[in-house]
């Protein structure tokens, strides 16, 4: 089973800040990895998809880069409303394993 | 509008069933790929098990904590998906969610709300 891990866990920022979250897989996932936001009581929504792409209608302050095993989730400058947890998710084969979560607070 | 909406979850006994439904509108649900995703309480997520459309032959996948226990089905003619959960664990418990497989294959582009299951005594 591919593994993956997020970093940090927990992170503490403004409104305002760039925040990078990583996502390193245990082996060469390609382009096949999605990142999702997750708001307190709701369902998750994906951000992006194949590494960089925009899911339609998310802000373009969200960005996704990385290649092989190591990927990252940018947010060019933190809004009220992105403070939330980040999952990253691989799609290359079974099973399609989530990472542990980045819980984005205010500072 | 894309619209999935489970239903099903409950209270049941550790060694019991439940039957989730997952009933879809506003796309071609036969197109797609669809998957079960849960989240134990405070916990992250944790992919369940998807069954693929039918040019695929519906056939399905799991996850190892799940096989042989958790059954993914489909009916296209009622736009609908299901997850037979049998020989439950305390661990099962979980808000079950509902997603579908995009087109790309790279990501699940829509997510029903949720239906909590709570297994136990």
């Known amino acids: 089973d591919i593994q993956l891990t997020q970093s940090p866990s927990f992170l503490s920022a403004s409104v305002g800040d760039r925040v990078t979250i990583t996502c390193r897989a245990s082996?060469?996932?390609?382009?096949?990895l999605a990142w999702y936001q997750q708001k307190p009581g709701k369902a998750p929504n994906l951000l992006i998809y194949g590494v960089s792409i925009l899911q339609s209608g998310v802000p373009s302050r969200f960005s996704g880069s990385g290649s092989g095993t190591d990927f990252t989730l940018t947010i060019s400058s933190l809004q009220p409303e992105d403070f939330a947890t980040y999952y990253c998710?691989?799609?290359?084969?079974?099973?399609?394993?989530f990472g542990g979560g980045t819980k984005v607070e205010i500072k | 509008e894309v619209q999935l909406e489970e239903s099903g979850g409950g209270l049941v006994q550790p060694g019991g069933s439940l039957r989730l439904s997952c009933a879809a509108s506003g796309f071609t649900f036969s197109d797609h790929y669809m998957d079960w995703v849960r989240q134990a309480p405070g916990r992250g997520l944790e992919w369940v098990a998807r069954?693929?459309?039918?040019?695929?032959?519906?056939?399905?996948e799991y996850d190892t904590s799940v096989k042989g226990r958790f059954t993914i089905s489909r009916d296209d003619s009622k736009n609908s998906v299901y997850l037979q959960m049998n020989s439950l664990k305390t661990e099962d418990t979980a808000i079950y969610y509902c997603a579908r497989g995009s087109r790309t294959g790279r990501d699940f582009d829509y997510w029903g709300q949720g239906t909590l299951v709570t297994v136990s005594s």
């Open positions: 069954v693929r459309n039918r040019p695929n032959s519906y056939t399905t």
């Open positions: 082996q060469d996932i390609s382009s096949y």
């Open positions: 998710q691989h799609l290359i084969n079974y099973p399609l394993t």
